[in-house]
């Protein structure tokens, strides 16, 4: 019989509630990706949305096990500890790049705290005018999940949820 790894049951739970949000008609999910990377034995899972007031930020969650960590699972690899990446990302657009990056990065560190990493990119399209930016904000977690954190699911996505409210609220356009 199969026994389903750590990533396996995140990826069922996540997506779960994910849909689950999208019934509840707090979010639409426009996007969704499962993987096998042949070349490097890794797999992930990611799902987009943006909220159904209205929102235009969209929200990425991205699962993502390697195989070191699925050697280290199946094989109970002392001093290896067994686990998922996650990490979240959101895309919306903003004006004025130094203003805008610094409110989005408070905005982020005020909902999920000093656990995390938040990396900001801004992207635009060469010889497009007028000039249009587009931050591509990302939230990683510094610890690798496991199965003892899938009670901390549902508050995770009230977070994310939240994370998307504020940014709809600051960068959405008209």
């Keep these: 019989m199969f026994d389903p790894t750590i990533y396996d049951n995140l990826k069922v739970v996540f997506e779960g ?44 969650i991205l699962l993502t096990a390697s195989l070191a960590d699925l ?25 004025d790049m130094e203003r805008d990056c610094a409110l989005a990065a408070k905005q982020m560190i005020d909902i999920w705290g000093d656990k995390v990493s938040i990396a900001q990119s801004i992207h635009m399209e060469y010889g497009k005018q007028p000039v249009k930016l587009e931050n591509h904000l990302t939230v990683q977690f510094l610890r690798k999940l496991d199965e003892r954190q899938i009670d901390d699911i549902p508050s995770l996505l009230e977070h994310f949820l939240l994370s998307l409210e504020r940014l709809d609220q600051h960068f959405a356009t008209e």
């Design 17 to 60: 509630a994910m849909y689950d949000m999208d019934l509840d008609d707090f979010v639409q999910i426009i996007q969704r990706t499962d993987r096998v990377e042949l070349a490097t034995m890794s797999r992930s899972f990611g799902m987009e949305a943006v909220r159904k007031q209205g929102g235009q930020v969209i929200g990425r």
């Design 71 to 95: 050697a280290a699972e199946l094989l109970s690899q002392s001093g290896e500890q067994p686990g998922c990446g996650l990490e979240l990302t959101f895309i919306f657009p903003i004006q």
